[in-house]
């Protein structure tokens, strides 16, 4: 019998935060198990009933947290992880992950997972070509973390241009693909 990938998504504050939950409901249907952390600002886009309800867990919300089963969540998810996913990684999620921050659930696991990490930039090209994003990012890649686009594409603020975050079916065959490598 083949084990279902054990996957954790970690979403961040930003207006392609929707696409996530797109995400969660395609890995569950594909045989994943999935696991969500949402950052405070991430449930300013999405809910974390909409992920509660698409993967049949409690989203991870903060450090303090404890599941019905007296589990601690981010503990427990950062050991049972195949594959950590973040995004939208907005430029400043990037800066708080390149210095190695843990003031919200999603930043925190990417210190204590042990698992590959891949991350989903998604900001305007303004952002995304200044100078310490890219130097955030190179931190990142220095220490292994995988990334996964931005492309370039319609924008949320109206033009076309390098930032958009890649589609979520991009990102499932990704990280279905990194669930099955030994």
């Known amino acids: ?42 449930t300013e886009y999405v809910g974390p009933l909409t992920f509660a309800g698409l993967t049949g867990r409690q989203v991870i919300r903060s450090s303090t947290q404890i599941d019905a089963d007296g589990a601690v969540p981010h503990i427990e998810a950062a050991r049972w992880a195949q594959v950590y996913l973040i995004a939208p990684a907005t430029a400043d999620l990037l800066a708080r992950l390149a210095l190695g921050a843990a003031d919200d659930a999603v930043s925190l696991l990417a210190l204590t997972c042990r698992c590959p990490i891949v991350v989903c930039p998604a900001m305007n090209d303004a952002m995304w070509n200044a100078g310490p994003v890219q130097a955030n990012c190179a931190a990142l890649q220095a220490r292994g973390v995988q990334f996964l686009g931005p492309v370039e594409g319609h924008l949320a603020e109206g033009y076309d241009a390098i930032g958009r975050m890649v589609e979520p079916d991009t990102m499932l065959e990704h990280v279905l693909r990194l669930a099955a490598a030994p």
């Not at 939950?21 to 569950?28: C, E, G, I, P, Q």
């Open 1 to 42: 019998m083949a084990v279902s990938p054990r996957v954790l998504l970690g979403v961040g504050g930003g207006i392609a935060a929707y696409k996530l939950a797109f995400l969660a409901s395609r890995l569950v249907q594909r045989g994943a198990s999935v696991r969500v952390a949402m950052t405070p600002r991430a």
